[in-house]
């Protein structure tokens, strides 16, 4: 559905090396999920994904001179998400007493995760998600994306929906889904 | 088992694995002799819940994005030319069987709408998809002036959430595919100017 996506980041970069704030303003809104959700999917709290959040758009106003239009910003974007991640992770690693267990599970200490996958990961739902009408968005982000695991009858209340029509709905809501990401 | 028991609903519970073990087995086994669709079906669902299971997807807290348009104006102050980019609103001058949320919904099978600016005309196309209900939104963009036309990037928002970007080919058009029905604005932009088409319902 979406072309030039490419095209745009560039009008976009170029725009704010302008200084113009309505394309800062759609840059963030852009990326911002993305950008808090790398940690998040780290295990980090909302207040440190918070704050990773901060810092790599921050770095990136810093970074705008010597970006180019040539230059990846979602790729760019990610990487120094993913590079703060990991510094909190270890900073909180080397000061936590008794947190070594629960890191000793997580892949990247071990090189076990390809670098480039959880953001790819992330962008491509979030990606498929954004174009699905609001109901399939918060039913599918409800079952499979809510870090608290809502029961069916918490999902019914929460959205309004009866317990019994969740199941049919979720699978027409995953098939527009797949319709609209492809093939992973 | 019966075919019944390979419909989408039915695979979701045994991807998601919520169906007891010999049950889980059975589809499984099922599915080994089961045609390529449904197969690809299975195969897509696993793939689905694996990518959730890894990931986390969420909103940052509510006043971050001000905070960094704070940060921006700090960097941004002295870069700005002040009146560079010039603001229009596109005014409807032909509704065909469309028209702006306010007035119609752009409903139906489909229709044309017309607007004008002073610096270019736009037409928009929207059609219904027979498949899934989705909609089709495609366009161009006409520059008043002879000059070469440039590059336009289009955005389709709902509220202030942006639904769908893309730019404009080297004839001005664009296009959407599987657009859900709803109320959209429209922000055609170029280096020079921003116009805004005001909310449109679409396929309602």
Known sequence: ?184 | MSERELNPEYLADWAEGRLPEEEARTIEERLEGADEATRADAGWLRAFFQATRDVVLDDPPAGQRAELAKAFEAYARGRRQPGSLKRLTATLSFGGRLQPAAVRSAGGAGGQLIYTTETADIALNVRRRPENGMLNLDGQIFPNDDEEPEAFGVQILRGTEEVGTTATDELGEFAFESVPPGEYQILVSSEQVEILISPVELGA
């Open chain 1, 1 to 184: 559905m979406m072309g030039g996506v490419r095209g745009i980041d560039r009008d976009l970069i170029l725009a704010c090396k302008k200084g113009q704030a309505r394309a800062w303003d759609r840059l963030v809104a852009k990326y911002e999920r993305l950008v808090f959700s790398i940690p998040r999917s780290y295990g980090l709290s909302r207040e440190d994904a918070a704050d990773v959040s901060q810092l790599t758009f921050t770095i990136l106003i810093q970074s705008l001179d010597s970006l180019t239009g040539e230059s990846n910003v979602k790729a760019w974007l990610a990487t120094v998400a993913r590079r703060h991640t990991w510094r909190m992770m270890e900073r909180g690693r080397r000061e936590g007493i008794g947190k070594e267990e629960d890191l000793a599970d997580t892949p990247w200490l071990h090189g076990n995760e390809k670098p480039s996958e959880r953001w790819e990961t992330i962008d491509w739902l979030d990606g498929g998600l954004s174009k699905m009408s609001e109901p399939c968005q918060k039913l599918l982000k409800a079952l499979y994306l809510d870090e608290v695991e809502p029961s069916y009858a918490e999902i019914s209340e929460r959205l309004n929906m009866p317990v019994g029509s969740i199941g049919p709905t979720r699978a027409r809501c995953l098939q527009r889904l797949r319709m609209v990401l492809g093939e992973r």
